[in-house]
């Protein structure tokens, strides 16, 4: 064995040395349980019985042909559909206008409007449930106070509202979020440009259209990318709130996922669950990371 | 001339309609928490009666129940016991690898890394099912451990994403006549490098700190008696047992969201930054 290829392994086992726990870790935790989940899917378990049945395909078949599965699939795009729509878009609205130059007090409103965004969803969850609840909640009672007491509602018991109930607060926590990666995006955009356009005789709305839409365009691609990663993943809200119900009408996949396997027990129905979660939100995060690899190259 | 006259009558509106949304939003974003806080400190049996009331006296009585017959002083601790650990050996786990990632040259290094971003594009879902049972072989279901351990792989991809990028942005000449003084790699690493991504590591805790503290998809599965429980497992367990008792149900989201607002609000340039370089870079 020559020197240097003696070195060059010497060199290697010493940066395995600060690689190795890091990597250990997360091939024990992370990776097999995901191949322990892929396996698990292809046979029927009850989480207890030392036998467990082969069964090839049949889970996913399955799942495939329950109507439940695809409605808390078409649940989870409702919400990816309406959080693009309302939060992202207020989110960077809220940043345009914080970032004018005369607004005052730009700190302030920047850490309350992310606040809520760092509590815990189960406090969130408790406190939207108040807001909502039909007997004492705020809503209602605004609702009855500026006398429009005909919509007030039982808000998360009725199969119509439920969605919108769950993703109002939902939104709650995320347009701080959008705000802040937009913040951050326009503190990147020159300024000249907004003056160009201020010297060419543009008024605000055309230089918001013309200049400021335009150098937002990435921005927005990411923020949806990442509203729609966080939709598919939605679990703690819906499981606090509602459960799913009433009637499966607020199921989405987590909880749905999540009742398969730990209350009813059926471990590889709810492994192929999350096999199939998995895949959707994989194919989602690798055209994410392409777009915001292109961001910072831009 | 009229165009001219008209101007300051546009601005002033643009401005008053910026600071009315603004401090709307404010309200929204506050509010909600804010009146949670105060109804902690509402004498129960009004409370019970009208929680949206406004206080016309206030009590610390419901906070002594929480902690005594609520058992919040052990959710808390539990919290606190299950944070610490879990981030201290994140931050040490990952700042080694980041470091080797960021700054030293090895055969395989962008594969070994590649693949260990694999796991941020993953779900939790994807995982549970077998963590539990392997947590269960390990004798650890209902133990504070249980909610740490499993986080020193599951954490790791964004932690060592985020440790990699800062390393890699220190000059290579702080190695190089670190190596000259005669420091090897690992004295390098202790001495010269960690102290400068003191700013990365202060980020990476805060997050680390806040998902910990926030923390109840894997806790809810793996914990389930009284004497592990962190706080939002124990909110949810009050909240599930005593939905007519506000006051306890109070106490229990003020015990468990102003912790973090104060992390938040002293350390929210950390915060803010940490928000920006994940999403924007990963």
New interface residues.
Partial sequence: MTVKRRR?IG??C??????A???I??????????I??IE?SFYKWD?ASPIMEYVGLANYKEIFANPIFWKALSHNLFWITFTIMIPTIFGI??AV??S?R??RFRL?????????A??????V???????LNPE?G?LN?ILKTIGLGVFAADWLGNEKTVMFALLIAGS?VH???CM??TL??LSGVDASYMEVAKLEGAN?VQTFVYVTMPLLKNTFT?LAL?SLIGS??V??IVY?MTKGGPYNSSEVI?TY?YRT??TNSE?GL??AI??V??VL??IC??IY?KV?ER??DA | MRSKSKKPIAVTVKKLLTYAVLILTLLVSIMPLIWMWQAALVPSNKLNVDPFAIPTSLTLDNIKRAWTTGKMNVYMINSILVAIPRVLGVLLLSSLAGYAFGKLKFKGRDKIFSFMMFGMMIPIQAMVIPLYYNLQQMGLINTRLAMVIPYFGLSMPFAVFMMRAFFRDLPDALIESATIDGCNEFTTFLYIMAPLIKPALSALLVFEFMWSWNDMFLPMLVVYNDTSRTLPLGLMFFFGKYTADHSLIAVGVTICTLPIVIVYTLFQKNFIEGVTAGAVKG
């Avoid at chain 1, 870790?25 to 995901?34: G, K, L, T």
């Avoid at chain 1, 920047?110 to 809520?116: A, D, G, I, L």
């Avoid at chain 1, 969850?125 to 807001?131: G, L, Q």
């Fill in positions: 060059a060199k290697w010493k940066a395995m040395l600060f690689v726990p890091a990597l870790c997360y091939i024990v935790f992370a990776i097999i349980p995901i322990n989940t698990l989480g609205i809220l206008m914080l004018q005369f607004v302030l409103f920047r850490v309350v409007f992310y606040m809520p760092i509590v815990s969803m189960v406090a969850s408790v406190i939207w449930n108040w807001i004492f705020i009672r709650w347009y701080g979020f802040v990666i951050a995006a605000p990411l990442n598919f993943k679990f703690e606090m987590s996922m396997a730990f471990f709810g492994s999350a096999t979660l998995s939100i994989a995060s690798a990371m915001s961001e910072v």
